[in-house]
Each structure stands twice: as structure tokens, then as C-alpha cells.
């Protein structure tokens, strides 16, 4: 079985994914998370953000390795474990360049196909472009502003210009972000994370 939980940036995703995992006792997969270790490969080595050829190379002579541990993700190279560094402002301001490349996008769907199911699958195009097969769909959403106040309380930054580069990079995600045709909706502002993820659950098969 796959699962798969795909929305805008914000939204919830991993918390929902993360939760919804553990209660069907599933490893859960974001795909986020290996774009963010792209992204921070190509700033600490000085690499361009609009040409994949360089980064795809420098991937492959060091390669990049997403691990879906039941406690969360961990991202590695070699026996250097990126995950600390891979939410920082300055990540959030290069990753979507680096998710436009074509290339490098067939990078992280080549790795997450290689993963064995069951998973709960959690980014912007898990339903659609890399698992259509998928059981399940959901698509999360919240508006800006909720999204911005969540952003916030995760980092010291204000929530003016949190909302203003949330929805800057919801416009440069947009094409790979519309939601599967099968996914159900779900308004994460509407409830708090358990409520959300119990909407989730109430979709979805109940574990043996
Ligand atoms: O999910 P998260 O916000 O951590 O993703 C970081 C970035 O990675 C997104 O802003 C988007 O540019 C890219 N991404 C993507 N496709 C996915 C997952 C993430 O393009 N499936």
C-alpha cells in the first residue's frame, strides 16, 4: 500500500504524514527533503541553481541518501547526516530553483521508486507524477496566513515576511504542486493536527 500526502508548502505535510504513519505502524517518506539536500549540496559547494549538469555530478560522485526511519527522516552523504541544515532560510530560498531542473527531478523519483511500499509518501507530486498507482491520495491545504503563523513558531522570524516567502515559493512550486485528480482535500487550518490526522485515518483501511 502507498499513501500518498502531497500540498503546499506549510501545510502540514510532515506532521500529518509523520502521524498517520505511526498509527499504520508505516515508514514515511519525505520527499521534500531530498530536493532541501540538493539544494544545500549545490550552496555549501558553490554550484549553480539553474543548470543541473554540475549538481547531478556532484550527486553522483558523493551520493545523497534518504533514510525513512520510523522516528523521522534522516538525509546522509557519506558520514555526513545533512538533516539539521536542510531547513534553513537559506535552503527555503534556493530549493524550488533547484526542484524546477528537470533532471534533478528524475534524481529524487529515481531514488524514492527504489524505496520498498508500504510508505506513507508525503511532497507536491507523490500522487501525481511519481506514485499515480497509489491507494490513497490526499492533497493538504491552509490558507497563507495559517501557514505563515505554524512557520513561525518553528523559527524567530516575523510573520509578515514568512507569509510573503511562503507564497513565493507556492508560486514557483505551482507546476509541479496540483493536486492528483483522486486526491481528497483536506483544509489542515480547519482542526488541530490530530483532529487532521484522524481525517486522514478515516480514508484509510484500519491497520490489522
Ligand atoms: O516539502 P518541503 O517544503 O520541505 O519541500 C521543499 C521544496 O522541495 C518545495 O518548496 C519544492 O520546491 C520542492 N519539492 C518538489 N516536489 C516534491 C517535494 C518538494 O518540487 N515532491
Known sequence: MIVTIDGVAASGKSSVASGVARRLQLPYVSSGLLYRAAALVALDEGLPTDRAEPLLASLEAQPVELRPLPEGNEVWRGSQDLTERLHTSEVDGSVSAVAQLQPLREWVNDHLRQLPPPFVAEGRDMGTNVFPQAEYKFYLT????????????????????VEAALVLRDARDARQSAPAPDARHIDTGLGNLEQVIAKVLSYLPDPA
Open 142 to 161: 491552509a490558507s497563507p496566513r495559517v501557514r505563515a503563523e505554524r512557520r513561525v513558531q518553528e523559527r524567530t522570524a516575523d510573520l509578515e515576511s
